[in-house]
């Protein structure tokens, strides 16, 4: 053996090979080695250390980072889901809009770019029982204007009042309904003629047309206490213009065109024009001719009197069709009546259609002034039995007399004998109704009597060629002084 110490070989720095657990050791040996690692491990700097510290190390590290990988998960989940959410309330405001309100949205789209005119319809005709016409209808023009389009509302007001004459206040006042962007409509002038029209087209005013429109002129002027009249929007406000209104007003057109931002006309699906339908045609009983000669002879009678007015009516007696019916006044149209010399008492009265409306219907008809009998008073007990006390209007009397005429039996006066509508189809108007008032043989004793007023009595001036006419003349008022 060397006395010399044993060389101690340095311990490198490495990892240390896992051994077999079939590796052989010997006990000692073995003991010895376990030591020395085991004391070497506890050292920082030992390579040992060095090995333990970097498997604490990686042991921290992948469970630090198995935690921030789930939460980033969550995270990621929770912005999926949120996105999701947005893009399928995004995508059920996009089915709502192109599905459930689609055409609210295209119809408030249209109704911005699209104008829509109303074409009254021609108001239905009046005809006599020949077919000819009692009241013509006469073309006109209503100027109108659309704010909206009126570029210059002041300039624009100013050449429409030059043309039309108006006043200061008049044109002020278009001129503040021109600058209306609210409104899309204003009126300008109704009705005016065809010449008159045409002078303002001529003028090429940006946002001012007008439209066609029907006046109504009588053929006979005597004829307006019957026929009536309408008012500037053609609505009847008298006689058988009111009476029959609905069926002679029609249906009316429209007609649709799309504009663009300036107001000009553009082709379009959206341009729509839909026909008005004509008001039906009324066929009366009155005899135009008839009429005319009767307007005539009590015109002249009037002024021969110096009467304030005059009336005339002409009734079949059978049929209880009115061929004539005319009135003469100087003051305005309203309801007429008579002070009359008839029969004795309330009773017959009524029974020859006194006190009550007649079946005509007519727009402002009266009962005219029937007492009854318990509310008679002083002297009207006896003045009664000539007239005096009562009142009645034209066709009631005539109703009354045509009792006389028709063999004892009451018929109800008739105007209209039938509606024809666009199609050319008639309706005929219900019968007019009838009852016995008196006997036939007291008519035919009343009908001798009148007839000798007439022939040998106090009312020879009524007698005419070729005819059978009776009469009575009577006390009432026959004539007012103006």
């Avoid at 070497?40 to 990988?69: E, R």
């Avoid at 509302?153 to 009042?161: F, S």
Wanted: glycine residues 8%.
């Amino acid at each position: 053996m060397s006395d010399t110490a044993p060389i101690r070989r340095p311990i490198r720095n490495v990892q240390p090979r896992r051994r077999s657990s079939s590796r052989r050791t010997v006990d000692g040996q073995g003991d010895m080695r376990r030591g020395s690692h085991e004391r070497d491990a506890s050292l920082p700097g030992s390579s040992v250390g060095g090995f333990f510290n970097a498997i604490s190390q990686y042991g921290v590290t992948k469970m630090t980072t198995n935690i921030h990988a789930g939460d980033m998960r969550k995270r990621i989940s929770a912005m999926f889901m949120v996105i999701l959410l947005v893009v399928a309330l995004v995508y059920l405001r996009v089915l709502s809009l192109q599905t459930f309100r689609a055409s609210d949205y295209k119809a408030e789209s249209i109704a911005q770019r699209v104008r829509t005119e109303v074409i009254r319809a021609p108001r239905g005709t009046i005809l006599d029982r020949d077919g000819q016409e009692l009241a013509i209808p006469v073309p006109t023009r209503t100027i109108f204007a659309d704010p909206r389009e009126v570029t210059d509302p002041v300039t624009t007001a100013r050449a429409l009042a030059t043309v039309l004459q108006m006043t200061p206040d008049e044109e002020m006042d278009l001129a503040q309904r021109l600058q209306n962007k609210q409104s899309s409509f204003t009126y300008v002038v109704r009705q005016v003629d065809s010449q008159l029209a045409k002078t303002i087209s001529d003028l090429n005013l940006v946002g001012i047309s007008s439209y066609r429109e029907e006046g109504r002129v009588l053929t006979s002027e005597g004829l307006r206490p019957i026929v009536g009249r309408v008012d500037i929007d053609g609505v009847g406000i008298g006689g058988l213009e009111l009476q029959y209104n609905e069926a002679l007003t029609g249906t009316p057109g429209k007609a649709s065109r799309e504009v663009n931002s300036r107001g000009q006309n553009i082709a379009s699906a959206n341009s729509e024009y839909v026909a008005p339908i004509p008001g039906s045609t009324l066929v009366t009983s009155i005899h135009r001719t008839l009429q005319f000669q009767v307007d005539g002879i009590l015109q002249q009678q009037v002024e021969r009197l110096m009467a304030r007015s005059g009336i005339a009516v002409v009734m079949h007696t059978k049929t209880g069709e009115i061929y004539a019916m005319s009135s003469v006044r100087r003051n305005e149209d309203g309801t007429y009546s008579k002070t009359l010399s008839t029969e004795r008492n309330r009773q017959w009265l009524s029974a020859f259609g006194f006190g009550e409306k007649t079946s005509l219907n007519f727009p402002g008809e009266t009962k005219g002034l029937l007492k009854l009998a318990r509310n008679w008073q002083g002297t009207e007990k006896f003045t009664f039995a000539y007239g005096y006390g009562y009142g009645a209007t034209p066709i009631q009397l005539v109703s009354a007399v045509n009792v006389i005429a028709n063999d004892g039996v009451y018929i109800g006066p008739k105007l209209v004998t039938e509606v024809v509508d666009e199609r050319g189809l008639s309706t005929p108007t219900p019968d007019a109704p009838t009852r016995r008032v008196i006997s036939s043989a007291t008519a035919a004793t009343m009908r001798s009597l009148m007839t000798d007023v007439v022939c040998y009595g106090t009312a020879q001036l009524a007698k005419m060629k070729g005819l059978s006419v009776g009469g009575k003349t009577g006390t009432g008022y026959i004539r007012q002084d103006n």
